[in-house]
Structure formats: C-alpha cells, structure tokens
C-alpha cells in the first residue's frame, strides 16, 4: 500500500469514529436550556400544574425545606406540591445569579420570591430567600433538576404547614 493511500484510510477511520462520537453543547447551549428548563419548571409552578413540575424532576429527587425533613423521590415530591397547590395559589419568581456546568451536572445559586395565596381563611405569606439547584443532564440531553433547596432570608415566624 503506498503512502497516500495508508493517509487516505487513516483519515477515512479517524472522520468515521469522530461521527460516533456526539458533540457536546457548548456552555451558552448548555445555559440557554436550563435557563428555558426554569422557565418551565416556574410556569409550573405559578399554574399549578403538578405533571410538568413531575416531569421535570429525576425519580431521585431530593427537596430540602428549612425546619421540615427532606423530601426524598418524585412520588414525595409530587405529593407534598399536591398538598401545597390544594391549599394555596402560588406567585413565585426567581433570579438566578450563578450557573455552573461541568459535564452532565450543574448547578445554579439566585434568589427567588414566593407569595402564597390562602384558598380558604387565612394570611397571605411571602418569603423570600435564597436557593440552590442541582440539574442532571439525563441520556438524551434534556437536563432534569436532581436537588433543590433554598432558604430564608429573613425568619419566617410560620410556614405553609401552619395554614
């Protein structure tokens, strides 16, 4: 075999094995779509609309709440928004402040408002605080948020349970 044609074949191998291998998103890619992942998993939120937040989470899901124990699993997840969406309308915002990604994981630090609306008697309740989100990025690239925690920024003399 002469010399141009072992480059030729070489060439050929190494153009076939780099199409097997897929191309990761660059970080803005990365950013635009947790940043439109938010924007989802909030409109879920503010519309009460458990199967998307539901979606939108990994079976392994972890929620931890000040004061409270950490709600472990999707179908505990699901169910404590239940509860919470039977007692309250919701009017959440957030503003996220620092995203990092690094591979299949990332995570995100802001600030965040919530006003919850008593359905019956009650008093209207807003907090506001900080967070921290974990995001997963699951086998077909879509990212999935595997923790979320948050806290208060100024003490809450009573919580969402006390309604």
């Not at 635009?32 to 909030?42: D, H, S, V």
């Not at 989470?57 to 929620?63: F, K």
């Not at 802001?110 to 309740?125: H, K, Q, S």
Request: proline share 5%; hydrophobic share 40%.
């Amino acid at each position: 075999m002469n010399f141009a044609r072992t480059i030729g074949l070489a060439c050929l191998v190494l153009l076939v094995a780099g199409c097997g291998q897929p191309q990761r998103p660059s970080y803005e890619e990365d950013l635009a779509a947790i940043t439109e992942f938010n924007a989802r998993y909030l409109g879920a939120i503010n519309d009460e609309d458990i199967a998307t937040l539901s979606s939108l989470t990994t079976e392994g899901h972890v929620i931890l709440i000040p004061n409270r124990e950490p709600i472990v699993g999707k179908a505990a997840n699901d169910a404590a928004n239940g509860s919470a969406f039977e007692r309250f309308t919701f009017d959440e915002t957030w503003t996220p402040v620092e995203t990092v990604i690094d591979g299949d994981l990332a995570f995100q630090r802001g600030t965040f408002t919530t006003i919850a609306i008593p359905r019956g008697d009650g008093e209207r309740l807003e907090v506001s605080g900080s967070f921290m989100r974990i995001y997963q990025r699951q086998p077909n690239g879509e990212w999935r948020m595997t923790r979320d925690m948050f806290n208060s920024s100024a003490p809450v003399t009573r919580n969402l349970d006390d309604q």
